[in-house]
């Protein structure tokens, strides 16, 4: 069995982490952490996992951690693990960083978007990109992943067919996104409180996405010449879920029935994507509670648009279950271990 360390475990990323590790067959959850609440039982924050866990939250000793733990999840606010990690990496302790602070390779960049410091750029250079299954290296090797954003995630399954194969004009994309509000992690705050998110609907971060400067850095690797994207987020009076709705203009005149049949083949061997098909779209429900990226394509002949639906569960596929798949990457093991699990329905 390997050791996990969950740092940030009160947040709602690292309550996820526990309840997927604690059944993880080759790993077991070894030590949890915040910054506040040290020495009480993990369970206090989350009555759920009453009689299932028996950790108390420990505060973060870098040293202590990194010698006795084999692999290193931090699912910490933006800010903190940059400066965290390069502790955790030295006795070559396996990193996974599920915040934003590792994904842009651009310090500049980082810095303009988040509007805090950025991490080294040595450490920029060793993360490696984790949307598990367009990652181009065997990561058994690797001691460092930058797991991808919620909306990356979505927006990067959906597009990536169409633009690794040059099947839209790369200036055209608009990204229109919605989430729920587990999104925003515990905290309260005035944009995701109940009053003002239930019944109703709500457009946020307007041509200021922190993850705009992500999908777009993604898509570039692909194709140099695709961009810059409009995207969009709103608010949606649900708990979990990202459905991000995607629209360009094709190169060339196409029909659904070819590009449906050009994203089954793309991702023929990965598990997680499943592909709509027969006229049918996903929806967040379709993959709420589970690891999977549901896509739906159709083209529109009259405006000779193509539009794409991606939907995932934004703490799942969007963060701790991502995160795991990467870590069974990483070790070596069936990438769907501890995570092949059907979504919650209804
Ligand atoms: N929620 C989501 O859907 C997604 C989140 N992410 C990213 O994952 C990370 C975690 O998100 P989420 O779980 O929602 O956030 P939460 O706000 O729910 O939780 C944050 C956690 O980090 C801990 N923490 C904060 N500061 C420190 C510190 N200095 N040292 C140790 N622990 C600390 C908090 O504990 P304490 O209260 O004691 O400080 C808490 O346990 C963020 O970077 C987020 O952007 C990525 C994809 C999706
Ligand atoms: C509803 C809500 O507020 N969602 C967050 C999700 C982003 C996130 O989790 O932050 P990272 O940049 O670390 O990925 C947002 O839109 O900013």
Redesign the pocket.
């Known amino acids: 069995m390997r050791k996990a360390a969950i740092?940030?475990?009160?947040?709602?990323?690292?309550a996820e982490l526990v309840r997927i590790l604690h059944q993880h067959p080759h790993v077991s959850i070894h030590s949890v952490?915040?910054?506040?609440?040290h020495g009480e039982p993990l369970v206090k924050s989350f009555p759920h996992m009453q009689e299932l866990i028996n950790h108390r939250l420990e505060a973060?000793n870098v040293e202590k951690i990194s010698q006795e733990a084999d692999i290193i999840f931090t699912?910490?606010?933006?800010g903190?693990a940059r400066d965290?990690v390069p502790g955790f990496l030295k006795n070559g302790t396996k990193v996974i960083d599920?915040?934003?602070d590792f994904r842009i390779t651009n310090q500049e960049i980082y810095e303009q978007w988040y509007g805090i410091k950025a991490a080294d750029q040595a450490l920029l250079n060793q993360a490696v990109y984790g949307l598990t299954e367009w990652i181009d290296m065997d990561v058994t090797e690797t001691n460092f992943i930058s797991?991808p954003?919620?909306f990356p995630t979505a927006v990067l399954l959906g597009l990536a067919p169409l633009v690794k194969q040059q099947k839209i004009d790369g200036g055209s994309i608009i990204i229109d996104a919605k989430t729920g509000v587990?999104?925003?992690?515990?905290?309260l705050s005035q944009v995701t409180h109940f009053s003002g998110t239930n019944d109703n609907f709500k457009i946020y971060k307007v041509n200021q996405h922190q993850h705009t400067p992500e999908i777009e850095q993604g898509l570039k690797k692909w194709h140099p010449h695709v961009g810059p994207v409009t995207f969009s987020t709103h608010l949606a009076p649900m708990t979990r879920g990202i459905m991000a709705t995607m629209y360009m203009t094709a190169t060339e005149k196409t029909a659904t029935e070819d590009l449906i049949e050009l994203y089954q083949s793309v991702y023929e061997n990965d598990p997680f994507i499943r592909i709509h098909s027969n006229g049918s779209f996903p929806t967040t429900k379709d993959v709420s509670g589970s690891n999977f990226c549901d896509i739906g394509v159709t083209y529109d002949e009259r405006t000779n648009r193509i539009m794409v639906i991606s939907v995932i569960d934004?703490?799942i596929k969007?963060?701790s279950g991502q995160a795991v798949q990467n870590m069974n990457k990483m070790l070596g093991i069936d990438e769907k271990t501890g995570i092949d699990f059907m979504p919650v329905f209804p």
């Open positions: 740092i940030g475990a009160t947040g709602y990323g690292g952490h915040a910054s506040t609440l973060v699912a910490t606010p933006s903190v965290l599920l915040s934003g797991n954003g919620c587990s999104g925003s992690g515990k905290g934004n703490l969007g963060a």
